[in-house]
């Protein structure tokens, strides 16, 4: 069955501390993955996808095949990075988006 | 540019009544998406469109009823509401196949 699997509902960290969100994925083919970010008061919206293999915010995704993952990380937070993040992955085709269940992300001062 | 507009925001319901949520997003774009998101769940897939007068069931369809008669609307109804559909509902649009989601602000319906 393809699913995404978030393991941390929260993670809470301080200022200027790494971050890792993580995110596992099962899915038979090659996968395509995003991380979409939900700010407060905000839509949700597309934080990267992982074939652009870019940085945005300081934040970055590999994607490990071998483990199945899709981990997103930062090497400092910021306060302003405190949102919900929700790892997905397309499938089936028609843009479909099955998402994980999301690890909402504190940086405290 | 107001990009994808749903309404209501809020609506409260008594089992068994009906209603529709609309979604208007004016990007031109082909693809509709209705979402729901629950406690610990996630997002979950309704139903969605590739164009106008298309239609196709996603994950969670079985309760909901959708039409797209015009492209730049997607209506989602509920023909007789249960509580078990009390839920935050999302719109979402794409360009096309590959492109990315732009989602709605959300609607947050209760079902005493």
């Known amino acids: 069955a393809q699913r995404v699997t978030q393991p941390e509902k929260l993670l809470s960290v301080f200022k200027g501390a790494p971050v890792e969100l993580k995110c596992n994925y099962s899915?038979?083919?090659?996968?395509?993955l995003f991380w979409y970010v939900q700010y407060s008061r905000q839509r949700l919206q597309l934080l990267l996808r992982?074939?652009s293999r870019e940085s945005i915010k300081g934040f970055t995704a590999d994607l490990n095949k071998g483990e199945t993952s899709f981990h997103l990380k930062k090497p400092f937070a910021q306060e302003e990075d405190s949102a919900m993040y929700y790892c997905?992955?397309?499938?089936?085709?028609?843009?479909?988006?099955?998402f994980g269940a999301g690890t909402r992300l504190a940086v405290h001062p | 540019n107001a990009g994808v507009t749903q309404t209501p925001k809020f609506r409260v319901l008594k089992t068994g009544q009906s209603m529709t949520l609309l979604c208007a997003q004016d990007?031109?774009?082909?693809?509709m998406y209705w979402y729901r998101q629950d406690p610990g769940m996630g997002l979950r897939l309704i139903h969605y469109?590739?164009?106008?007068?298309?239609?196709a069931k996603g994950e969670v369809p079985d309760g909901y009823n959708v039409s797209r008669l015009k492209k730049q609307n997607f209506l989602l109804g509920l023909e007789s509401a249960a509580p078990s559909q009390t839920s935050v509902y999302f719109c979402?649009?794409?360009?096309?196949?590959?492109?990315?989601?732009?989602f709605g602000e959300g609607s947050r319906l209760t079902v005493l």
């Open positions: 979402a649009s794409s360009y096309g196949g590959f492109g990315e989601l732009f």
């Open positions: 992982h074939i």
């Open positions: 990007m031109n774009h082909e693809y």
């Open positions: 899915y038979s083919g090659s996968p395509e």
């Open positions: 997905a992955l397309r499938s089936g085709g028609y843009n479909k988006l099955i």
């Open positions: 469109s590739v164009g106008e007068g298309t239609t």
